[in-house]
Structures are given as C-alpha cells and as structure tokens.
C-alpha cells in the first residue's frame, strides 16, 4: 500500500487546514486509515482513526475541532482541521493498518503561527 499526503502548510491560529492521503496498492488489505502527528520534540500521537465500517476515534486535545472522513471511491481519506492552535503544530503522518502491515504516509507539515 502507498500513501500520498498532500494539505499541509502555515496557517494562522483560529483558521483551518484540510489533509488528504490517498492510497494505492493492495488497498483490500486495509481495515483502517488515519492520522498521526508528531511535534518537535515529542512522541508521535494518534489523532483520528476511521475504519472500514466508518466508525471514527479521535485523541481528546482535537474533538470538536478535527472531522476525519473517506471517499471510498477515490480511495482517500481526508482530515479537517479547524480552530487550528499553535499547539496542533507538527508533522502530519497518513496510515493504513493492513491486517499484518501498517503504512505510513511521506508526512506533512503543518504550522500554526500568526
């Protein structure tokens, strides 16, 4: 499976970003597609999942804020990100989990600063 992330960039606090990962492949293998993120200096951290039945988690610092969702028929999973803080700075990551693999994505950068 191949992830292709694409939506990153340098917004201002309070506005909002859109990331989309794209998968080719063995995509029938896939049983769930989501997001990581990893901020200088930390650990990377799960931030939204969504399944094949599209069943959806998200980590707790971006409820409200953040909408994952999919178009199956483009094989692409995509993220909103809204009221954008400085703190949701960091590099983005796509992944698939395959029932014995898991993808990752090239990440994308996102910057939140005024």
């Known amino acids: 499976v191949q992830l292709v992330e694409s939506g990153g960039g340098l917004v201002q606090p309070g506005g909002s970003l859109r990331l989309s990962c794209a998968a080719s492949g063995s995509i029938f293998d896939i049983i769930a597609m989501g997001w990581y993120r990893q901020a200088p200096g930390k650990q990377r951290e799960l931030v939204a999942s969504?399944?094949?039945?599209?069943?959806?988690t998200y980590t707790d610092p971006v409820k409200g804020r953040f909408t994952i969702s999919r178009d199956n028929a483009k094989n692409t999973v995509y993220v909103r990100m809204n009221s954008l803080k400085p703190e949701d700075t960091a590099v983005y990551y796509c992944y698939a989990r395959g029932t014995n693999n898991l993808y990752w994505g090239q990440g994308t950068h996102v910057t939140v600063s005024s």
């Open positions: 969504i399944n094949r039945t599209g069943t959806t």
